[in-house]
């Protein structure tokens, strides 16, 4: 156990390690407190009524000052919630003044600012500091019980309190930065009202429930404000207009905080109204009220995204198994060469990219930071080769308008090969460098949440992506639009087999090319908006990408059809030869015995004809002689 360091209070605990081939003490426990703040702590034991409003100006200067070792420090935290709840607790038999409430929320608004977020995940996550949070929300419910009968404001950077009178009904609408939420309040007696409104107060509570709905506690999110109602007469009625701060998250909850039960319930308030960016609340009592709302139901959409992308995976690697076994028969000319050298790397720079799309989606959660290292090696890989992709279709449209358009300006296919490589994967690995190196210093480089792709709103780093495809695609069409025009004027003059591959590449252009833009286009708008359909279109296209390259780069050439039907036709028969390799002599031996019994056959055949033609002759010799002499 060691101190802590200079302007802290109090020890560190360290457990020895073997690290590195060593032992070492390394710190597991920080019980180091602001020493300013501790030494007010034991000043809040001894404390009189009469010493409060001098002990809160003090306790809100010292949070000011400190405030960056405070929001860093767990244990300093929960002493400012400690010494809260004392002045909350010893404060009931006074009237709290405009002032004191002031210095009291100033504390606040430093320990619930979004510097503090993961210090209170540490207390809220511990087994004996969890109920820090309850605490601090309890001292605010009850020194507000105990203000002055006067009427008035505060205000803080996250914080807005409005205490007045009210007659018959009451409506109010948060002026605090990024809020508008309303409290409605239709009949009341008349009565003093205070409503206090948090936008920070998030941090620090958790989002623990028991509802019907029966939803785990790592899928809900506070997603607006945090509302504190109090007041001396019984509401049977009061509506909050929330505005969401996370417009992906749905399935919207109205929730007030159970203090007995020690987390959110729903008893007493539903939803009336949600909307895009608002939720309408009713509830039939007064304390402290929010939203809870958790992500899409993703499970439909996940598997629409792997299906299909491995889909996309598969057909990519059978194009690359195709044009393995053709290559030689179809790389004849430097045309179809290079045409096919340009489907390859497409097809390589898609599969590669798909693979790095699917470790960025398993890496995000919806509805929840995004780790910065892993999601950061994921975007820049799916940066650099969906950019890839795109300078390999702008090749192709400089091949074809080179082949058709400049027909006299020829290169050598080592000059060729060369240009190939440099546009296609040096100019993309170019723009994804910058982009790294503009943005993630600053922390800007990737979405803050829910995706693991290229940040818009801080940075605008998508637009690294955006602006190089969409200047591609648009090059390419006018490129296809030059050819065409070209062609139909004075036709296409080349060789046959450079004939069909300027086609092919042709087809590759218009087709391809804008299917890309359109996919990224929806790819995009899933980035700017949570609709479900959007998400949907952007899946099914993504996952027919891998497909197109195939049917449209390598099924459709008819040289490619030729050469694997040729190939599979002499697998064919080769195979056929290896079938039944022991028949074959048999068949000879077969062959060559009914061939001799034929020949013996027709050589009998022939011996009686001959003796049959013989004996005729000698007959009818015999019968002239006979008549001769007769005759004579």
Known sequence: MGLCEKGLEGYITSECQHVNLKNDWIPIKKDCVVKAIKDLDRKSEVLFLDEIPAFMSNLSNA??????????????????????????????????????????????NVIVSDESKNTWEVLNNGFITRNESTKLLQAIETISDRLS?????????????????????????SSLPNSTT????????????????????????????????????????????????????????????????????????CVFWNFDLDHWDTTGCKVKRSGNKTVTCECDHTTSFS???????????????????????????????????????VTGNDTSYMRHVSIVNIAVSLLIADLWFIIGAATANPGQPTPVNPCSAAVFFIHFFYLALFFWMLLSALLLLNR?????????????????????????LLIAVITVASTAGAGRYIWTRDACWLNWDES????????????IVAFNLLVYIVVVCKILRRGLSAQPDESNALIVIARCVAILTPFFG???????????????????????????????????????????????????????????????????????????TRGTRVMDSEVRRSSVSSSVSAASSSSS????????ALKA
């Open 404 to 428: 058709t358009v400049m027909a006299s300006s020829q290169m050598s296919r080592a000059k060729m090969m060369v240009i190939a490589f440099t546009v296609g994967y040096c100019a993309p």
């Open 291 to 329: 939203i809870l709302m958790s992500a899409i139901d993703n499970t439909a959409l996940d598997y629409i995204t792997y299906i299909g992308v491995a889909i996309s995976m598969a057909s990519l690697i059978l194009c690359l198994i195709i044009e393995i076994i053709v290559w030689k028969s």
């Open 460 to 471: 605008k780093a998508l637009l690294a992506f955006v602006i190089p495809a969409l200047t």
């Open 621 to 628: 010799g015999s019968s002239t002689a006979s008549h001769t």
């Open 518 to 592: 359109i996919t990224w286009a929806f790819g995009t708008g899933t980035m700017l908006t949570p609709d479900f359909a959007i998400h949907v279109v952007f899946a099914t296209l993504n996952s027919l990408q891998g497909f197109f390259v195939l049917v449209f780069g390598t099924l459709l050439d008819r040289k490619v059809r030729e050469s694997a039907k040729s190939l599979i036709k002499d697998l064919s028969s080769h195979r056929t030869q290896n079938t039944n390799p022991g028949n074959t002599g048999s068949e000879a031996i077969i062959l060559k």
């Open 149 to 173: 009968d006067d009427s008035f404001m505060i205000k803080e950077t996250s914080i807005q309190l409005n205490r007045t009178r009210i007659e018959n009904s009451f409506t109010e609408t």
């Open 182 to 253: 309303q409290i409605v309040i239709p009949k009341v007696e008349p009565t003093l009202i205070t409503i206090i409104v948090f936008t920070k107060l998030n941090n620090a509570l958790p989002t623990r429930i028991t509802s019907n709905n029966d939803k785990k506690t790592s899928e809900n999110h506070i997603n607006g404000d945090v509302v504190v109602v109090r007041v001396n007469k019984t509401i049977n009625n009061i509506s909050f207009a929330f505005e969401t701060t996370n417009t992906s998250l749905k399935n919207p909850q």
């Open 63 to 108: 949070a000011k000052e400190n405030n960056i070792e405070i929001t860093q420090s767990a244990a300093t935290v929960q002493t400012l919630v400690e010494i809260l709840y004392k002045i909350a607790s010893i404060s009931q038999t006074i009237a709290i003044s405009q002032t004191v409430m002031e210095d009291f929320l100033k504390t606040v």
